[in-house]
């Protein structure tokens, strides 16, 4: 009994160092878990960019195809942007 009574400043010393741990330890978890939430944000909206890509290449690929099936001079596409100067 008087080794348990002997050191509490040793087992309260040791209580606050695995606190503190934690607490850093869930400062870490949320920092990384913010970080892959932005990661997989920025992914989705590459995908969907060139997505978008890839569906106006189809859209102009499907026009020429038509306008080469129907025997009609092909003319180019408008552009859905100015061009640039």
């Given at each position: ?21 934690a ?6 978890l ?14 989705a ?14 859209e ?22 100015k061009?640039?100067?």
């Amino acid at each position: 009994m008087a080794a348990k009574t002997k050191n509490p400043d040793r087992i309260g010393t040791l209580v606050k160092e695995v606190e503190d741990l934690a607490r850093a330890l869930r400062t870490q978890l949320r920092k990384r878990e913010l970080r892959v939430e932005k990661n997989l944000r920025k992914a989705a909206n590459d995908l969907r960019k060139r997505a978008i890509g890839v569906a106006g290449q189809v859209e102009k690929y499907a026009h020429q195809l038509k306008q080469q099936l129907e025997g009609a001079p092909a003319r180019p596409l408008r552009r859905a942007t100015k061009p640039a100067r």
